[in-house]
C-alpha cells in the first residue's frame, strides 16, 4: 500500500509503542511486524528520517548505533552540519563518516557523549534516547525521578532517571517489564519513538510566515492555516498545545487548540479550524471559522466577527461576548456565566447545563433550550430577546426566569407555539367562522419546502434537525386545521408558529462560502396606514445609514432598506446602496467592491411603487384595507445570475391602539393594545406626558406632578413606565380610598402612525 501522502493524525495512540514484536525475517523488508510499527517505518522512511541499505533492505531488528543517531537527530531537526577538520571526541577521527553529524549533535546539546569519548559504535540505549528526547524538546524534568519506583531506580542510570520518568510522562516511550533502560533500541522501536515525537511535539511555539517550530521541529504551515498561524499570533500561541494532522513535515489539518496566553488576541484572518479550541486563559478571538467545538475554561472571552459551531462554557462565572457580525450555533453553559451578543451577532441556540447556576443574558439568542434537570436563574438584560423556547410542559418559565412577566414579551414562542402568556384573549363570538384560506396556503408553502430541500451538508441542503423541526410545524399546524372547534386566535398562532419554522428552516440551507445570500433582518417590520389621506401614508425606502430603524423612534415615512433587508457572504453582512442611475440596490463588500444587485422586482397590486430621488416611495392603494395582504419582493443577483429573493410582508393597520394603567410601586406602567413610537426622536421626550394627581378622585383637588422633581419617563415595546419619585410622593400627596392618578400622552403612535383612542388615562390607587 502506497502511503506517501497519508495524512497522520497527531493523537496517534502510542500506548503500545514498545511491545513485543514478532520479526520473522532476520534482514529485509519482508520481516513481518506489528502493523503499528510497519507504519511508524513507512513514515521514518517518508520523513528521511531512516533509510534502507543498498539492497532497499530496512533491517527493522538490527541495533541502532550512537553514530547513526546524531545523523537521525540531525534530519530530523535540520541541524545544520558542516565539513568537520577536526573532532570533539578522542574515538572520532576527522575521517570517519559520522563525524560531521556527531559534530552538530554535540553543538546543539543533543548528545554530550562521555567526556573525552563519543563511543559512536555502540548501540543506543533506551535509557540514552530519553535523555536525548529531554535535551532536543527542551523539557523540565529536573527532579522527575523522585517519581520512579524503587524498582525502576535499581535498573536506570542515576544521571537517566529524571529523564526516563519525563518521556514516560509525555508518552514517547514506556518502560518497566522487559524494556529495561540499559537495553538497545533497534531500528523498528527508534523509527515508532521518532514518528511518535513528530506526531505530537511538546514545547515552546515559534511562529513565521508559513512555517512553525516547535521545540526545535520545524513544519511548514499549509496555506488554509497560514492566517492563524502566523507571526502576528505569536503573544496569543504562547503556552499553547497543538494536536494536528500533517503531511511529512507539513501541517494540514488543527485538530485541537489549546490556548493558554492571558489578554492576548488571536486574529485568524478568516482562517477555519476543523477541530476543538480550548482556552483557558482570557483573550480575544478574531476572523475565526471554528467548526469544532469552543470549550471556555477561562473567567473571560471574547469573540469578534467570528462563527462558532459550538461553545461550551465550563469555567466558573464566565463572560462571553459576542461582538461584531459573529454567529454562534449551539452554546451551552455549565455553571454561572454572563452572555452579551452585539447588535449585529446572535446566538442560534442557548442550552442550560444541569450544574449551570445564573445566567445573564444581554442581547439576542434564537433559541434558549431548558432540560428537565435545569435549576439555573436566567435574567434578561432590557432589550434582550429569546425568539423561542423549549421547555418541558410541565416547566413554569416564571420559575427560571428573573422578572418573567416584565420580560416575557421578549420570548414570543414557546415549545414550537406562540407564548401562551402573552396571547391576546378572542373575545369574538364562537359563532363566528373561522377562516383557514391563510393557514391552508401556509402549509402548502411549507411542504412544497421540504420536498425541495434536500437533508444533507453541502450548499443547498439543510441539516437533518432543520428538516425534524419543519416537519413538526407542519404536523402542529395540520393538526389545528382539522380540529373542528378550532377558533380564530388558534388559526393565527399556528399560522405564525409555522411562519417561524419556515424562516428558520431557510436560515439553516448550507450556503457555498463565496455565494451571496439574501434574508430578512431580525424583527423587519413595514406597517403601512392606508387610511392617511393625500401622500401622508406613502413611506420612503432608501440607504440612508444615518436613519434609525422606525420601531427604534424614527419617522414613520421613512424606512432604511438595511434595518429590513440583510446580504451576506459567509457570515459577513455586505453593504447596501441606491444606485440612481439603475434604480437598484447595488451590494458592496468591505473593500467597496460591488459583489451583486437587489431589484425591487415586482410588488403586490394594492401598492404603487415608484422610484424617488434616491430609492422608492411605497403608496397603499385607496381600495387598501386591513385585511389587505401585501408584499414587496426583492432579487438578489450575483454575477448575472438570481441567487436568492425574499418577500418583505407589509402590514395594513388603520386601528388605533388603546393605553390601560396600573399602579405599582411608585410606578404608573401603560400598556399599549400595540407597540408604541412617537414621531419624534428616541427616546421620549418628558414633556409628551402629563401627570396630574387627585386624592379625592374627581379632580376638585388636582395636583400637577412636575416633570424630571416627580416623575422620570422610560419607554420599551408597548409599555410607557412613569416612574414616580418617593420623596415627592411623600412631602407632596396622602392617598386616599378613590385617589387617582391622570396621565395624558401626546405624540405617541403605533408602528402605523394611529394615535392611541384614550389619550387621557385614569389609574386608581389607594396608597403608596
Not at 155 to 160: D, E, L, P
Not at 345 to 370: P, R
Request: aromatic share 6%; glycine share 8%.
Amino acid at each position: 500500500m502506497n502511503i506517501s501522502n497519508k495524512l497522520i493524525a497527531s493523537t496517534i495512540v502510542l500506548s503500545a509503542m514498545f511491545n513485543p514484536v514478532t520479526v520473522l525475517a532476520a534482514t529485509g523488508d519482508s520481516a513481518v511486524t506489528t502493523s503499528g510499527s510497519t507504519d511508524a517505518i513507512q513514515q521514518a522512511k517518508e520523513l528521511g528520517l531512516l533509510v534502507g541499505d543498498p539492497n532497499g533492505d530496512f533491517r527493522p531488528g538490527d541495533a541502532v548505533s550512537r553514530a547513526e543517531l546524531a545523523k537521525l537527530l540531525c534530519t530530523m531537526f535540520k541541524l545544520q552540519v558542516d565539513s568537520a577538520k577536526t573532532s570533539s571526541f578522542t574515538d572520532v577521527t576527522a575521517t570517519d563518516w559520522g563525524v560531521a553529524y556527531i559534530e552538530a549533535v554535540h553543538k546543539a546539546g543533543l548528545m554530550q557523549g562521555d567526556g573525552q569519548s563519543f563511543r559512536p559504535n555502540e548501540t543506543i540505549t533506551r535509557e540514552e534516547m530519553a535523555v536525548v528526547l529531554v535535551h532536543a524538546l527542551g523539557v523540565d524534568a529536573q527532579g522527575k525521578g523522585d517519581q520512579l519506583s524503587n524498582e525502576d531506580k535499581a535498573v536506570t542510570s542515576h544521571w537517566a532517571q529524571d529523564a526516563v520518568q519525563a518521556v514516560q510522562e509525555l508518552g514517547f516511550m514506556k518502560f518497566g517489564g522487559t524494556k529495561l533502560p540499559q537495553q538497545p533500541l533497534n531500528r523498528q522501536e527508534i523509527a515508532t519513538v521518532v514518528v511518535g515525537v513528530v506526531d505530537r511535539p511538546v514545547g515552546d511555539i515559534q511562529v513565521t510566515n508559513g512555517t512553525l517550530k516547535i521545540a526545535g521541529l520545524t513544519y511548514e504551515v499549509s496555506p488554509e492555516l497560514q492566517g492563524l498561524l502566523n507571526a502576528n499570533n505569536t503573544d496569543a500561541l504562547k503556552g499553547a498545545k497543538l494536536n494536528f494532522n500533517r503531511d511529512g513535515f507539513k501541517i494540514t489539518e488543527l485538530k485541537r487548540l489549546e490556548l493558554n496566553a492571558a489578554d492576548g488576541t488571536l486574529d485568524a484572518q478568516n482562517a477555519t479550524l476543523s477541530g476543538d479550541v480550548v482556552v483557558n486563559a482570557p483573550m480575544t478571538l478574531k476572523n475565526l471559522n471554528a467548526n469544532g467545538k469552543l470549550q471556555v475554561q477561562s473567567a473571560s472571552v471574547n469573540v469578534e466577527n467570528t462563527s462558532l459551531a459550538s461553545v461550551d462554557l465550563a469555567g466558573q462565572d464566565v463572560q462571553f461576548h459576542v461582538t461584531g457580525k459573529s454567529h454562534v450555533g449551539a452554546l451551552v453553559v455549565q455553571n454561572k456565566a454572563s452572555i452579551t451578543t452585539d447588535a449585529d451577532a446572535f446566538v442560534e441556540q442557548l442550552q442550560l447545563g444541569d450544574k449551570s447556576t445564573d445566567v445573564e443574558l444581554k442581547g439576542y439568542v434564537k433559541h434558549l433550550v431548558i432540560s428537565e434537570g435545569t435549576h439555573a436563574k436566567i435574567t434578561l438584560a432590557e432589550g434582550a430577546k429569546i425568539d423561542s423556547v423549549t421547555a418541558p410542559t410541565e416547566v413554569k418559565l416564571k420559575d427560571y426566569i428573573v422578572d418573567y412577566d416584565k420580560v416575557k414579551a421578549n420570548i414570543p414562542m414557546v415549545n414550537n407555539g406562540v407564548n401562551q402568556d402573552v396571547l391576546v384573549v378572542n373575545t369574538a363570538p364562537q359563532n363566528q367562522t373561522v377562516d383557514k384560506t391563510a393557514l391552508t396556503a401556509k402549509l402548502t408553502e411549507a411542504m412544497t419546502l421540504s420536498l425541495e430541500t434536500q437533508v444533507g451538508t453541502d450548499a443547498g441542503q439543510v441539516p437533518q434537525s432543520a428538516m425534524d423541526a419543519l416537519i413538526a410545524a407542519m404536523a402542529a399546524a395540520q393538526a389545528v386545521k382539522d380540529k373542528t372547534d378550532t377558533t380564530q386566535t388558534e388559526v393565527d398562532t399556528a399560522i405564525a408558529a409555522l411562519q417561524q419554522a419556515i424562516t428558520d428552516f431557510k436560515a439553516s440551507i448550507v450556503v457555498d462560502p463565496s455565494a451571496l445570500t439574501i434574508s430578512l433582518k431580525q424583527g423587519a417590520e413595514f406597517p403601512l396606514n392606508s387610511a392617511l389621506s393625500g401622500g401622508d401614508g406613502d413611506v420612503f425606502l432608501t440607504d440612508d445609514s444615518g436613519m434609525v430603524m422606525f420601531a427604534e423612534g424614527s419617522f414613520y415615512n421613512k424606512r432604511n432598506i438595511k434595518k429590513l433587508l440583510q446580504v451576506k457572504r459567509g457570515a459577513m453582512e455586505e453593504t447596501l446602496r441606491f444606485n440612481t442611475n439603475t434604480h437598484n440596490f447595488d451590494v458592496f463588500d468591505a473593500d467597496n467592491t460591488q459583489v451583486g444587485v437587489v431589484e425591487v422586482d415586482s410588488v403586490s397590486n394594492d401598492l404603487d411603487v415608484s422610484q424617488t430621488g434616491s430609492g422608492f416611495t411605497i403608496h397603499p392603494k385607496d381600495s387598501v384595507t386591513e385585511g389587505t395582504s401585501a408584499t414587496i419582493h426583492f432579487t438578489l443577483e450575483q454575477g448575472g445570475s438570481k441567487v436568492g429573493e425574499v418577500d418583505l410582508p407589509i402590514t395594513f393597520d388603520e386601528t388605533a391602539p388603546t393605553w390601560s394603567g396600573m399602579y405599582s410601586n411608585s410606578a404608573i406602567q401603560l400598556t399599549s393594545s400595540e407597540k408604541i413610537t412617537t414621531v419624534t426622536s428616541f427616546p421620549v421626550p418628558m414633556e409628551s406626558v402629563k401627570v396630574e394627581y387627585s386624592q379625592l378622585g374627581d379632580y376638585s383637588d388636582v395636583v400637577g406632578v412636575p416633570v424630571i422633581s416627580g416623575f422620570t419617563v422610560g419607554f420599551t415595546g408597548n409599555v410607557l413606565t412613569l416612574t414616580l419619585n418617593p420623596d415627592w410622593l411623600s412631602a407632596a400627596v396622602q392617598a386616599g380610598p378613590g385617589s387617582k392618578f391622570r396621565i395624558t400622552t401626546t405624540g405617541y403612535y403605533d408602528l402605523a402612525k394611529n394615535e392611541p383612542s384614550n389619550k387621557v388615562v385614569e389609574v386608581n390607587v389607594s396608597h403608596f
